[in-house]
């Protein structure tokens, strides 16, 4: 895993339930909207290869009320799976979608990613909305590495004595 | 980590924690600053401190309350492995933009 330190990725909690990462990029909103809705495109990006994590399954029926789910693999072990329904499709610009997170079956998250065209290039939006702080933090946790995966179980754990 | 979180996941307590980041101070200051009762500031310090976010520290007639940088260090650094997959992810979907580009050049190409 190289260090960069000249990404541009920024990542903000804008309140105690959201989630905001922002990122340009060198090619129009139409590609960038084929690279983020097309199955074939996501497979590559999606589960990054230099943090040892491959995605095996990406279903996506994209159009209004179809649903996605993706599953990430890591050392041959799957992850808990992310899923939900597309709400909104405005190519190229915006879309709006469900996002439920295995551990969390009745606390689905609203996703809106934006894309904005400027000098042929685009800035992402990707603002997340959680139904409470301990979902969003638990989908932090997700990325982490073997450590902070055990983190992820406290905090199912914790979730779970609070219901 | 769901210490941290959980302690600061309450707006008082972020408020406390804000205030103290400009240095140590006593209950009463803290709850003058804040508007709110010396009960509640001590029940949300309490709080603080068992998720090792404060310190306390007698100096003199007072006993002042000092925040502790480890645990926000831990959170920053949470947040960093967080960022930093996004950032995986959309080094990654660079590789696949200019491969989409590409592949539109040559088509136009072919229309030509």
């Known amino acids: 895993m190289d260090a960069r330190n000249d990404d541009g990725t920024t990542l903000e909690l804008p309140s105690d339930r959201e989630i905001l990462i922002t990122r340009s990029f060198a090619a129009p909103a139409r590609l960038v909207f084929e690279a983020i809705s097309k199955p074939e495109h996501v497979r590559r990006w999606w589960a990054p290869r230099s943090l040892g994590v491959s995605l095996v399954v990406c279903e996506i029926d994209f159009r209004v009320g179809g649903r996605w789910r993706y599953v990430m693999q890591r050392n041959g072990e799957n992850l808990p799976s992310f899923s939900g329904s597309f709400l909104e499709i405005q190519p190229p610009t915006r879309t709006v979608q469900t996002e439920v997170f295995e551990p969390f079956p009745d606390g689905g998250a609203q996703v809106t990613v934006t894309l904005a065209e400027a000098d042929g290039k685009t800035t992402m939006s990707n603002r997340s909305v959680y139904p409470s702080q301990e979902v969003r933090d638990a989908v932090i946790a997700s990325g982490m590495e073997k450590g902070m995966r055990e983190s992820m179980r406290q905090l199912t754990e914790v979730v779970a004595s609070l219901a | ?112």
Not at chain 2, 53 to 70: D, F, G, K, N, T
Not at chain 2, 98 to 108: F, G, Q, R, Y
């Open chain 2, 1 to 112: 980590m769901v210490e941290t979180f959980a302690a600061l996941g309450e707006a008082s307590r972020l408020r406390i924690v804000e205030l103290l980041r400009a240095g140590p101070r006593p209950v009463g200051e803290i709850g003058e600053r804040l508007g709110l009762r010396q009960p509640q500031v001590s029940k949300h310090l309490r709080v603080l401190k068992q998720a090792g976010l404060v310190e306390m520290q007698p100096r003199a007639q007072q006993r002042l309350y000092e925040l502790r940088a480890a645990p926000l260090r831990e959170l920053q650094g949470w947040l960093e492995r967080y960022r930093a997959l996004w950032d995986a992810r959309f080094v990654a979907l660079d590789d696949v933009l200019d491969e989409l580009k590409t592949k539109e050049k040559v088509a136009h190409g072919r229309k030509k």
